[in-house]
């Protein structure tokens, strides 16, 4: 059975509950890590979480805060879920017993239920963040570019290179775009 960990980067703290209830995956199976841009951790975070505060200069978008996360990671898969999206209902039931894949790509809607990136070709603005799931061991020493927005491609790019077997490809929409924007 699979093990996740969660990363979200987080400065939209009003969005923490609705995401913790979308997490639908045992508790033994995941890691929710948020790592705040702020000094401190709020009050009130979640209890499914372990929480962290840190301001990492020149970093956009969470990058940053998502290297940090990367860096305490030993184990398991990992997927970015940013603080203004939940985890699709349909989600773990897809990948659960995919613990042996090292890359994992799903399609991704936008809230009108509208393709937005069919999650077969990985490469910089055919993927999201949210529409893949790799493996720790692939993901090794990479890590974000701190002051990029398209980061997430090159990232799940670098990744993607380093794999040793085929990506394992879901051509179902397992994630909203931004499900928790206005």
Known sequence: MMFLNIITPCTRYNNLK???KSINIPRENYRW???FDSDNVPDNVPDNCE???VKIRNSVMGNGQRNYALDIIKEGHVYFNDDDTTIHSDLWDNISDKDNEQFISFTQNDKNGIIRLDG???RLNN???HNFIVHSSIIGSLRWILDRYDADG???EHCF???TIPHYYIPKALSIYN???E
């Open 33 to 35: 890590i948020i790592v």
């Open 120 to 122: 077969s070709s990985v």
């Open 179 to 181: 499900s928790l924007r």
């Open 18 to 20: 609705l995401i913790s």
């Open 51 to 53: 929480a962290y505060a």
């Open 127 to 129: 993927i999201d963040s």
């Open 161 to 163: 290179r380093k794999i």
């Open 154 to 156: 090159i990232f799940a």
